[in-house]
Structure formats: structure tokens, C-alpha cells
């Protein structure tokens, strides 16, 4: 599914009135209705109503919004709702649908007015709906907007966002006031801002609703990005051939590991061969050999080669260079000559920091090499502040990836993979539970097999990622937290299970 910037999407709402006739009151109806449905559907004030509802309203469409959803909400049967105005002037079509409620009997006050009555209904509601600001808003929310933000976030009930959590928008930047949604239902196509790692956090559960604009429209609307889930597996692997065996699947070597950090290396190592790569081998200082060696399964471990082919011959498809694997002369060395070799790479972790040194006398070519960073590792790759790389980070990613031209594969509770002609892909990972040692390995080692596999390294990292979030939603639902060699097993089998042609 595509993901647009409200700047797409307010010139899609403008195009369908003024070339395609669509009213915006219609427009407003429809999104309108559909979100009621949803909050009837999806809360526990919609499924009983039991308790209070609070519908906060701004002047603009997206007050317009929340108004005519909660005429469909007592036009339901739900009828303990009060509206909240966050001021008394209304734009043309908020003011008409008030004027509705007004005259069906729906209560409503003013925030301006009744800031304490308003607080203690904020603070008793099962429901509040958020319709203060949408894709229209510039900057940051200040006075009587940000207090009434405050006195959402700190209510007890369900928050229900319509199309975004106000005080979310393309110009948001962390610490910004905004509400915190548990749902937030988005109209026609998710908004780019709802997936990048700051406005995440904010955005809850995310539902996209219709809205009834034009098909033909919607088809013509630019997409920064572009969400993939697991349904996008299947198209990205590998199809394996019936005469397919080892040495027809891909060499990977793996550099990585050193004292007190060999884990980082078994399951990077592991992860590659669990991937479908045909064979690994693990390039480690000789004093860890037999550690390593001791617990390797199919995992070749052996010590360091010389160049870009095997000592027994064999010519490596892929490498991959970084989990654990110390920072040293000696280290800097080995990814020059790694990526004068011409190979598809992957670097992570200890890898980043040698490239970061390699950047300070010389321009490295990355081109075919995917980097893995954290945020915080990606802020010292850009030379930007964290809060900078989780607010806004594709204009950041572009920059180094055209510079590089490597694909970039930004991690966290939302991944996003970005490739140097600017196609970017994104993963709703928002699972907790991948958050712990070595998992980070595993992707490393995951994308490296793909790799080796002769995927291209945008496709190559896209697919580990969804199938190492995948594997991590089963690994939870099997056992709530989990250690990251517990991927494995789960990587084998849904690695094969959606491969084409099985």
C-alpha cells in the first residue's frame, strides 16, 4: 500500500472536488461514517456503551469529521456523548454539521469557556475521539490547543484519532505537543507521517478507512513509500528449484566476533544458513576457533582468509561484516579490502564504525552493500541528532544513500528500507519483544543470505525484514519474550513456507 505526505493527500481532496465533483460535505460524510463503524466496532464504548464519550472539535474539516461521527455515533444508540469545542468560531462545514447535532440535541461546550467542567468529563470519558487538527496543520500546537492535548493524554479512556493525532503532521519533530492515540483510523491512504518512528509511538493501532474519493485519483496520488507486510514474503523470496542444492544457493562469509562478543557471531552466522543460503562460513581470529567451531552446526567456521575467495577455492556471493566484530586497525583493513572486492555486502554494528573511519580519508563505494543501523547509530553515519533521525529520516537516508549508493535499512519499532533511487519501503514491526540482544544479528545475518542468494540488496533487505518481524509476532505469541536464538527455528520454517514454487 502506498503511503502519501499530507501535502499528496490535501491535493487528492482538492482534485476530487474541483476536477472530479465530489463534494467535500460528501467526502466528509463518507470518511465520517466509516470511522463510526470502526469505533462501534473496535472500542469498548462502541460494543457496549457503557460509559461516556468526549468528542473534541477543532474549526476545521477534521472538526468536521469528528462531528458528523458522532451523529452516526448517537444515531446508533450511544447516546452519552458530549462534544468539545476547542473554540467557539467553526469553519463553513464543521459549522454545518454542529448545527445538526445542535438541533438533534447532542450537548456540547466550549473548552475556552468551561476549561474544569471539560477536564472532568476528559477525566471520567471511556471514549474520547480526537478531531482537533488533520493533514492541514503547520507547525506546533501552542496555548489552548496544547492544554486541551494535555488534558487528552491524560484521560482514562480509549483516544480515538481521525486520520492523524493532532498535533501530528509533516512538519512534527519530537517533544512537539500531541495526542497519543490506542486507535487511530486514517482516511483513504496511510499518511507518511503516521509511519516514521517518531509519529508512530503517537498513532496507536492504525485502520484505514474509505472515504469515497475517486479511484482514478486515488491511483494518480505520488507515494513517498510504500508499507510491506507479510503478504509481500511471498513475492520477494527465492523461488527454490527441485535441483537446487548447496553450492547453487549462494557462499555467504560472515565477519564476526571477538572476545566476549561470539554470540553476535553464532547467530549471524546461523540466521544466513537459516535464510536458504547453501553454505556459511564464519571468518574468526584463531584464539576463537574452537568456540566458535564447538556449537557451529552447519555453520563452516574458519580462520581468516586473505581475500575475497575461500581458502578452499570457492568464491564467496555475499558477505556480511560488523556483529561483534571489534574495532581495530586490523578490522578497517579487512572491510577495505572487503569492499574493494566488487561482493554484495551487508554491514552492521562494529562494521558502521569502521565505515564511519573509512568516510573521514576517502568515499567508500557501497554500491550493492546494505548498512543496518539503529537510530543511534544512524545519527553518527549522518552527523544528526537522534531526535532529527526519528522525527524526519528519509530526507537523511536519501542524502547517504545517493552519496553511497547503498541501500539503507533504518531499524526500529517501524524499519524502513531505502534504496538509492529513492524507492522506500516500510515495516509496522511495533513488536517490543524483538528488542533484545542479538536480534539485530539475525536481520544482519538473514539479509546477507538473501543476498548470497542473489536477491538485488534493496529486495534482499526488505524481505529479511519482514521475515524477521514475522518470525518475531510467532516467537511472542508462542512465548511472550524470547531470546533471539528462538528466531531460528521460526526464520526456517516461514522462509520456506512462502517460498514460490514449493
Known sequence: MKVPTCADMAALDGRSRTEFGVPAMILMENASRSAAEIILRETRFGRTGEGSAVVAVGKGNNGGDALVAARHLWASGR??????????GLGELPRMQFEILRRWGIPSLLWEES???AAA???????????????????????????????????????????????LGSGYRMGMPAVRADLTITFELPKLCLYLPAGRLLAGRIVVAPAGFP?????????EASLVGEADLAGLLPAPSP???????????VFAGARGTTGAASLAAEAALRSGAGLVSLFTDPDLLPVLAAGAGGVMVKPLPEGPEDRD???????????????????????????????????????LTLLNLLRRTARPDLRGRILTPHPGEFAALSGRSREEVLSDPLPIMDGICREL????ALKGHVTIVREPDGRTRIFDGMNPALGTGG?????AGLMAGLLGRGLPPGDAAAAAVILHGRAGRMAREEGGFFAAQDLMPHISREAWKDAPGK
Open 79 to 88: 447516546r452519552n456523548i458530549r462534544v468539545l469545542l476547542l473554540q467557539a
Open 115 to 117: 476549561p474544569g467542567e
Open 121 to 167: 468529563l476528559l477525566d471520567k470519558a471511556s471514549l474520547v475521539v480526537d478531531g482537533l487538527y488533520g493533514i492541514g496543520l503547520r507547525g506546533s500546537l501552542e496555548g489552548a490547543s496544547a492544554g486541551l492535548v494535555e488534558r487528552i493524554n491524560a484521560s482514562p479512556g480509549e483516544v480515538v484519532c481521525l486520520d492523524l493525532p493532532s498535533g
Open 215 to 223: 479511484p482514478a485519483a486515488v491511483a494518480e496520488v505520488p507515494a
Open 243 to 253: 535441483g537446487d542444492y548447496k553450492n547453487t544457493r549462494g557462499h555467504v562469509a
Open 313 to 351: 577455492g570457492g568464491r564467496f556471493s555475499a558477505f556480511l561484516a560488523g556483529p561483534g566484530w571489534g574495532v581495530t586497525g586490523e578490522r578497517l583493513s579487512r572491510l577495505e579490502a572487503l569492499l574493494r572486492s566488487g561482493l554484495p555486502g551487508v554491514l552492521d554494528a562494529d562494521g
Open 405 to 408: 549508493g547503498c541501500v539503507l
Open 439 to 443: 536480534s539485530g544479528d539475525v536481520l
